[in-house]
């Protein structure tokens, strides 16, 4: 099963370096032209409506924390009486209710999956795409352009180029040293001194940043969580509420995200306790290979719930902890997602998830190296310490509130007006 697993990320690496370079032949000629910063088109007075292009490569039905940061904050600019435009490429039905939101998206060439970072990413293929946003750019009379995960081929980077206003960048991915960026990040430069603002999702972003970009400036502007949709106070699910202890994994099926960990640690702890069950919420094309990691022992307690999006609270409040084993992490939204729901968390400690959470009082964090039997360690804790545990959810919900997206949202408008010379 491991070769198999090696085969298929490999696979994944060679397809994803191949559309990498396909994709910078048909950048050269954008990367040679002279990019430069935009100026506002009008001055606005603070509080004025505002008209917003967003450019993602991820939004729905692609789940992810990118999709829900585009989705959420679209919908606050909405109710707050912004005009907001989505430009994403084409990646099939939405798959959910999307509301007024999705009435806003304009599809912009096709989504292809490639292999990059240890997960499964996006990007966009399709003729004339520059001059397709700039069309649609001038046509929508904007005054700001937004775009999400900047270094993103394709549409992020073209937006920044046919932009005729000014464009701020958000930063989602931490990512360590590599040689492709090595070699890019002089041709990548031109596109961050174009942007008006910078900004990043976590300080373990900009540190990523900063190797390639040191003297270029970033701020802090966390994701945000609907502390109205995530919260205690709710429905659950009955076909789980047995007097087992529920633990949940959320996330895409991506060798990073650590589930086969969980499943080692599961295994370990499942023997000596018959009221423990695993509840795993996601998918992706190795969920094969991760069902085969079960022991048939113990497949009746391991629940495969596969894709799910609008009844995620419903999960969070039926667990009794969230565990999410992840390798690498530039912020946590499915932690900060639990939080919000009253659900204490074990994970990995690393920065991008110590910004989110602290160790001892939302939850317990284990070291990177310790593997399985340190998850199992710290799942049994929780699972012997129920006063701890209801003490840790508690607190874990306080702390999601100032993440809250009424926050958010008024913190990049703020940025906005400032840019727009209010």
Avoid at 7 to 22: F, M, N
Avoid at 31 to 57: C, M, N, Q
Avoid at 66 to 95: C, D, K, N, S
Avoid at 279 to 304: A, H, K, M, N, W
Wanted: charged fraction near 25%.
């Amino acid at each position: 099963m491991r070769r198999t697993l090696a085969l298929k990320v490999w696979a994944s690496r060679a397809t994803s370096l191949a559309r990498g370079i396909l994709v910078a032949l048909l950048l050269h000629r954008e990367w040679r032209d002279t990019i430069r910063p935009k100026v506002p088109r009008r001055r606005v007075t603070r509080g004025e409506p505002l008209r917003v292009a967003l450019v993602s490569e991820y939004y729905y039905p692609v789940l992810g924390g990118i999709t829900e940061h585009v989705h959420h904050f679209a919908r606050h600019l909405l109710q707050a009486g912004h005009e907001v435009t989505i430009f994403t490429p084409e990646a099939g039905p939405f798959g959910r209710d999307t509301g007024e939101v999705g009435r806003r998206v304009v599809k912009v060439g096709r989504s292809v999956p490639v292999y990059s970072n240890d997960s499964y990413a996006r990007m966009s293929l399709g003729r004339r795409l520059g001059e397709t946003l700039q069309h649609l750019f001038e046509e929508g009379n904007f005054d700001l352009v937004h775009v999400h995960s900047p270094f993103t081929p394709t549409l992020p980077l073209l937006a920044i180029k046919y932009s005729p206003v000014p464009v701020v960048g958000t930063f989602h991915t931490h990512f360590e040293e590599n040689l492709g960026m090595s070699l890019l990040h002089p041709y990548l430069r031109p596109y961050l001194e174009a942007l008006a603002l910078r900004i990043a999702v976590s300080p373990v972003c900009i540190r990523s940043l900063e190797r390639y970009f040191g003297d270029l400036s970033f701020v802090v502007v966390p994701n945000g969580i609907d502390t109205g949709v995530y919260h205690p106070e709710g429905p659950r699910l009955p076909e789980f509420e047995d007097g087992s202890f529920n633990v949940l994994y959320v996330g895409r099926f991506d060798p990073r995200n650590g589930l086969e960990t969980l499943l080692q640690a599961f295994a370990h702890l499942a023997r000596e306790r018959p009221n423990l069950r695993l509840i795993v919420v996601g998918f992706g094309p190795l969920e094969e290979y991760y069902r085969r990691l079960v022991p048939p022992e113990l497949r009746s307690r391991v629940i495969f719930a596969g894709r799910v999006d609008e009844e995620r609270p419903l999960y969070y409040r039926t667990a009794q902890v969230l565990c999410f084993p992840a390798k690498k992490g530039s912020f946590g939204i499915t932690l900060l997602e639990a939080m919000a729901c009253g659900t204490p968390v074990v994970t990995t400690d690393i920065e991008g998830f110590r910004f989110v959470m602290t160790p001892g009082e939302h939850g317990l964090m284990v070291p990177p190296d310790s593997g399985a039997q340190g998850y199992a360690r710290a799942l049994a804790y929780l699972m012997d310490h129920p006063q701890e545990r209801r003490a840790m959810a508690r607190k874990a919900r306080e702390r999601a509130l100032s993440f809250s997206w009424e926050r958010v949202s008024q913190t990049v408008l703020d940025y906005y007006y400032q840019i727009l010379g209010a």
